[in-house]
């Protein structure tokens, strides 16, 4: 015998019974966090501020194309497995699509199409002529061995070969990717092409195959010139600052050490295992060499003198002058931002700051550096490697960390005077000036197909 019988289920039970499930679905979508739907309410903003109609910007909010891929990988144990990889090719509107490929276990379809979008304003933003795009494949890399990443790496890029090339899509590294990812994709792409040499296809490849000087600093580095200059607009420098930096990584760990050169002191780091805090400063010098002399080294394990160990989040609330969130997407939250004391935020990661969190930071007066500003000296001198790879005709380092600095800082100045004149947010600011030249161009070629 059933325990209750539908026909005594009476209506109020039902309606009630309905609501709590739609509660329940509510809270579920409100609690994971859709980087997409964040990108695209500052965007809706960014374009109401700017008092462009719907129509004009509607393009904007869908990528161009999206492809999923399903690549099978002999593991070393001798089995097949299946992983899941997509590239988004959000705009091509100012240029071919560009930017990264990011491995994590936690990657999607969502979080690519909105790195995809942010390559797409980051790139109009920096003034370079691209457009943007991005890859991912759902992968834990720290659980394969060299040659199962190798032949992910090389089956994903058969995948996508038919929608990249030089003149079409360019990649690059992002999270858990490096030169040697590059140098991988770039060999299937040209054996896959008749054995062509097309070094162009890929950007932040080793520079014995064409990789341009500089690059692997370069996001690192754009972080500190669009960090001094923040800190000029408030009379003050470089020298003597206290900054805490999330992540050591390439653009966490490379801009904390060139910070550190240029005289800041760096209260405080982290990495996926833990944060440490020094009051008078850490020795990055040694904490750059324990890093570089093994994988394994980690925050958690680190020792010296004065420092103290902290939560991953430590990082985010020391008393620091300047905060450079540098790991993933979602870190400061409504939450942590309204424990926050730096004064300024420079945004070395994609996307680190929701919506929500933007709202307090912007109500406590703290200047928000947006990553589609902050970090794009990367793809500044992937665009250097490029050119120098069409042109085969290769820089010295100097040059090219000279054109970064000009090409950043002159992006900086046009984003504070857009800032200035709708009185807004740096963010909206960035945003503001990338809709911009992006609806323009679109405008120019017309709306034949
Ligand atoms: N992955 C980097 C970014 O998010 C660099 C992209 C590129 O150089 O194409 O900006």
New binding site residues.
Partial sequence: KPPFCLKSIDKTFFTAYNKALLFVSEVKTMSKYDPYQNMLKVLDSAAGKMGITADDYAFLRYPERTITVHVPVKMDDGHTKVFEGYRVQYSSVRGPY???I?YHRDTDLGEVTA?AA??SL?CAVAGIPYGGG?GGITVDPRALSMGELERLTRGYTKAIAPVIGPDMD?????VNTNSQTMAWILDTFNLLSGGKSLPGVV??KPTELGGSLGRNES?GRGVLFVMRETLKKFGKSLAGTKVAVQGAGNVGGIAAQLLYEAGCTIIAISDSTGSIYSEKGIDMNKFTAYKEASTKNKVANYEEEGIVHLPCEGVLTVPADVLVPAALENSITEEIAKDVKAKIIVEGA?GPTTAEADAVLEEKGITVVPDILA??G??I??YFEWVQNLQNYYWSEEEVNSRLETTIVSAFETVWKCAEKYKTSLRLGAYITAVDRIVTTKKLKGSAI
Avoid: E, F, H, Q
């Avoid at 360019?170 to 992002?174: Q, S, V």
């Fill in positions: 560009k930017g990264g990011r790195l942010w390559m980051k991005k360019i990649p690059a590294p992002d950007t932040g996001t994609n970090n794009s990367g793809v001198v992937s």
